[in-house]
């Protein structure tokens, strides 16, 4: 994964005395956690990507959140959502930020949104 997640030009993962974090590589943008705040939030964020395989033939969609909170939203937005989400997806590789607001007692995501635009970037 970590091979795979290099190739994205926007999109990188980093780690700092807090812990992980998404970084936006132009802007600096910082996405991290709800847990990694003070005060705590009942958030996460997550990386959904369509990344190239190492091997190179052909790509797989990448699901991470920096918590596995962040990971349960992608997939509730990917299973409420796919149909909307193909049409911009299908076609190349994609990288997209994605933040989970989630229930303080049970961490099962109530409100999963797209936190950044579509980044495209071209084989």
């Not at 847990?35 to 033939?57: F, I, N, V």
């Not at 049409?87 to 997209?96: F, L, P, T, V």
Request: glycine share 10%.
């Amino acid at each position: 994964m970590h091979d795979a997640y290099q190739t994205d030009p926007v999109i990188g993962w980093d780690r700092d005395d807090k812990g992980w974090l998404l970084r936006e590589r132009r802007t600096g943008i910082v996405y991290r956690s709800g847990s990694q705040l003070q005060p705590e939030q009942p958030t996460d964020s997550a990386y959904l990507g369509r990344l190239m395989r190492p091997d190179g033939k052909g790509t797989f969609l990448a699901i991470a959140g920096i918590c596995p909170n962040g990971s349960l939203g992608v997939v509730q937005l990917l299973a409420n959502s796919i149909a909307a989400l193909w049409g911009k997806w299908a076609i190349s590789r994609s990288r997209q930020w994605l933040r989970s607001n989630m229930t303080p007692q049970t961490g099962e995501p109530v409100k999963v949104e797209l936190a950044s635009p579509l980044y495209r970037h071209e084989e």
